[in-house]
């Protein structure tokens, strides 16, 4: 390590509830007695910084600054090697999950971090990310939601309800953003509705800044039932997973209150808050024959009805559904006003 380096380390090390001993100094810094003396001095001499000996503890500390007086800082900003390769996923992260949006202003941060890893001869970044956004939102409406929320703007939207194929004109005020297995969706006070509204970010056909700010209110928090479908969690689903799927789902969290039971045969059951069913079917479902709902009955009985119509479908003959005029295109376009 560069001696700016092992300065920064000291300044982390020091800033433990419990200071280090000089052993433990010595030890993360890989460096002699003397190396350590003359950092220490450096830091003391030519950074400023209050570094005194606690002989209770063997080890060294800051001295608490006087009362209203800033504490001391390590000059400028540095990163150890681990921290550039942390920062170096980042940009990758935040553009799969949404792409397009703060793909300029994170460009300069992605060029500055690789210089630093090139100057550090930290080699090439090995970490990739690949989210598989399903529901890819238009950065153009991305943006305006991000910056309702966190400018506490009321948003007029254009809302499609997929539940009945109808479009709403609402009047919003943005609580928080939320990212689900794919999904952006904004929790909301509906105005129109005069109650609190999840809206999924890909289904707002149009939308407009407004100049009235928003209004706070306490939004349910996501997960206190299953899944995006919040609510209180009052009921609870008992799934029993064949001894091949158990592999897997033993090591998954359905949701945090979730609690698992390994049975003798290999096989897995698995209790599940939830009160509204419509996600937790689908979940069950993507297992197939792997999984049985035993509780509660009108979730088994769902489960089986979705079965059987799925098997009439299959029964019938495939018909080849009408042809669309060459050349045309389906698609719904975001539009801002």
């Given at each position: 390590?560069?001696q ?26 890989a ?11 450096y830091?003391?001499?030519r950074l ?5 000996w606690?002989?209770s503890y ?5 001295e608490?600054?006087e009362k ?5 800082q390590?000059p400028?900003?540095?990163f150890?090697a681990?921290e550039?390769h ?15 949006y ?5 460009e ?13 001869q930290?080699g ?6 690949r ?11 991305f943006g305006?939601?991000?910056s ?10 254009t809302y499609?309800?997929r539940n ?29 509705r005069?109650?609190e ?6 289904a ?5 800044a ?10 349910q ?13 009052e ?6 997973f064949?001894?091949?799927a158990?592999r897997?789902?033993?090591d998954?969290?359905?949701?945090p ?14 209790r599940?808050p ?11 479902l ?9 509780e ?7 489960v089986?009805s ?16 009408p ?10 376009a975001?539009?801002?006003?």
């Amino acid at each position: 390590m560069s001696q700016m380096e092992r300065v920064c380390l000291i300044d982390r090390l020091m800033r433990r509830r419990s200071p280090p001993p000089k052993a433990e100094l010595l030890r993360q810094l890989a460096v002699s007695r003397s190396t350590l003396k003359r950092d220490l001095t450096y830091m003391r001499d030519r950074l400023k910084a209050p570094i005194v000996w606690d002989r209770s503890y063997g080890g060294y500390r800051y001295e608490e600054p006087e009362k209203g007086q800033p504490g001391f800082q390590v000059p400028g900003l540095w990163f150890s090697a681990e921290e550039i390769h942390a920062l170096r996923l980042v940009p990758d992260l935040l553009s799969q999950l949404q792409p397009g949006y703060l793909a300029d202003q994170l460009e300069p941060l992605g060029r500055r971090l690789d210089q630093l890893a090139r100057a550090a001869q930290l080699g090439s970044n090995r970490f990739v990310v690949r989210a598989a956004p399903l529901r890819p939102v238009n950065p153009e409406c991305f943006g305006l939601v991000a910056s309702a929320v966190i400018r506490r703007q009321r948003l007029g939207i254009t809302y499609l309800g997929r539940n009945r194929n109808e479009e709403s004109e609402r009047t919003i005020s943005p609580q928080r953003l939320i990212y689900y297995r794919g999904t952006w969706y904004v929790d909301a006070w509906c105005h129109s509705r005069e109650d609190e509204r999840r809206f999924s970010l890909d289904a707002i056909l149009t939308a407009r800044a407004m100049t009235t700010l928003a209004v706070d209110q306490s939004t349910q928090p996501l997960f206190e039932a299953y899944g995006i479908y919040a609510g209180h969690g009052e009921r609870t689903a008992i799934l029993h997973f064949d001894t091949e799927a158990s592999r897997w789902v033993g090591d998954e969290e359905w949701h945090p209150r979730q609690t698992r039971t390994h049975l003798e045969d290999g096989s897995l059951i698995l209790r599940v808050p939830f009160d509204h069913p419509e996600e937790l079917l689908m979940d069950v479902l993507r297992h197939g024959k792997h999984v049985e709902v035993v509780e509660p009955a009108d979730l088994r009985e769902a489960v089986i009805s979705t079965l059987e119509e799925a098997r009439a479908v299959y029964e019938r003959p495939w018909r080849k559904p009408p042809q669309i005029a060459e050349g045309r295109e389906i698609r719904r376009a975001f539009v801002s006003r």
